[in-house]
């Protein structure tokens, strides 16, 4: 039976002045997926962690994925092993990760068949059963690594970024920001003068990945549209980036819909800084959190091994 | 007496999705000038052509422009002689011209001691003169050439991007659209999602300068927000920018505030073709007009000789 193990890595979309357009993946923390082609068409899913994810192909992210894949070819299906690590509702891809992990893997047991593109289509289809909308901004960075931009999901246009070598803090406040909730307190219309200064933003961030400009990457995290009205569902939010900044981070912002806040910075020791940063915040508040000191991840999903 | 003579480059902001922050210079046209550093601390302008445009310094773009460097010493002026041929009002940059070329030569002539984000701010009060506003997306190309991305105007964020070889096809048609016109018609609020559409293609099209990407910079040179308001101005807009395209541009739109269109396209040929194009509709219009046909200018303004 051809089997394969992969690693599928958390990653940041909603890259702050990036919304909708920019995720990057980080190296921890990591789903692990054991997928094994089996003849008949159907998708079989074991949870191996604590998360209590459904087991029915149809509600399950990496399922859905897996069953539009048969739907192409009915001659083959697959069972699946899921050891989550990524916290469901963490705002870091969990979805993501399962849904690109899934297509990758089923990709690689049926011999490379599938462009980045492909496999981002059938991977959007997981995206859209957990928050109900097909957006790329996770999947893509997920499957290919380092920073992707979405130039646009109609038609789907994936373009690869170069990324510095940036440590990231990441710290998952343990309380609950519906995804739908998120989506709906966003103003429908936004003022030019502010629409402006976003994009010269994003061309400024955009510029600062591709040239390794860490100043210029620092001056361009700003976020001057959804951050203002995300974060009041973000406890601790404008306090946990006021002092990260002045614990030496470059900058950073809510990481998808939250609740978990990312910053970057240009060094391991910072990055512990910065996590001190946010543990002190959140015990004095009183939520508990867990946090993540890692770093871009320029791989993407990863096989661990495989029987083919 | 010191003199200078320099050729000041005619250029193209509002570069389609990137109203306000990104900007290009072209070869041609250019416009003269010629400036002396005289004892007394003053600024005498005399026209070399046909615009008739202020000799009084205060009410003269490059005037303003060195009665702010005079403020800053009252040791020195200057004695200007300027020859346009960049029409006022073209949407091609004139003030601009006059402004930044004017700073570049005071700067010259007093020993370069200033820097290119102080020359800019000198130039800025040129561009306040004639619009109202202090922008620096046609001045911070005009001075340096190439493609400058301005992240910010408060405070001042110059990024000189590298700009790939392209040819630039532009046509003015022979009518007035008032600066203030099109700036007023812009709704003050435009939707999330168009505005998401906008700092999509900002990306993407800043990714394709920097990577020399000709597809990418097609795709990307799509403007939702300004474009479809302000092109009602122009005659035959939309028809010229089809037919551009059929004809094989890369993509453009209006120049600055307009009237003037401009094209990109990756050879002198095509460049050629989209002329021809432009020529037919504004000949059938029956709406007089002219046309350049250039490329991306990489020098800025340029010394064409002085006696120091």
Redesign the interface.
Known sequence: MKTIIIKSPATVANLV??????GMALSEPYDIMKVKLIDEPQVVIHNKDNFHLPTDPEKNVAGVVLLSIIEQNHRFGFELEIEKHIMPGSGIGSSAASAAGAAVAANHLLGNIFSIDEMVQFAMNGEKLASGVKHADNIAPCISGGVS????IHPL?I?P?SSPDLHVTVVHPQIEVRTSDARQI????????D?????????????GF??NDHD?IS??LEDV?IEPVRSILIPGFDEVKIKCKEAGALGGGISGSGPSVFMLSKDEKTAKAVEAVMKDVYTRIGIEFITYVTTINKKGVEIVSSEL
């Open positions: 002045c990036g919304f909708d357009i920019l931009l979405i130039r646009s246009d373009i970024l966003l103003k429908k219309q936004v003022l030019l003068k629409a402006i200064k976003q994009w010269g933003n994003i061309a400024g961030l955009v510029t591709l040239k210029l001056r361009s549209i």
